[in-house]
């Protein structure tokens, strides 16, 4: 019963993290006229070896949803203005 408790107080505590960090990032100040279009994303995003399934706008950035070479869902995190990765969150 102890087990349970901890697994789900760190599950809460881990969620709450990632919450967090998504609502701080601050991939740019640039306008979004100035943003690169996000198929030109998508395509940074298969040259890293993603299997793209969608990309999204949150906040100043663009969110690609995917899965990794190694079959894992993972979620990066990329600079609309540069197309630079500056962040990523795996299940």
């Not at 087990?3 to 919450?19: C, E, N, P, Q, R």
Request: proline share 1%.
């Amino acid at each position: 019963m102890k087990m349970i408790i901890l697994a789900t107080l760190l599950l809460a505590t881990a969620s709450g993290g990632v919450a967090r960090a998504e609502e701080e990032q601050n991939c740019t100040i640039a306008a979004k006229d100035k943003w690169l279009s996000e198929n030109s994303i998508k395509e940074k995003a298969k040259a890293t070896g993603l299997d793209v399934r969608r990309v999204k706008v949150e906040g100043s950035c663009y969110e690609v949803y995917a899965i990794d070479a190694k079959g894992n869902k993972v979620e990066t995190v990329f600079n609309p203005e540069t197309g630079a990765a500056v962040g990523n969150e795996s299940e």
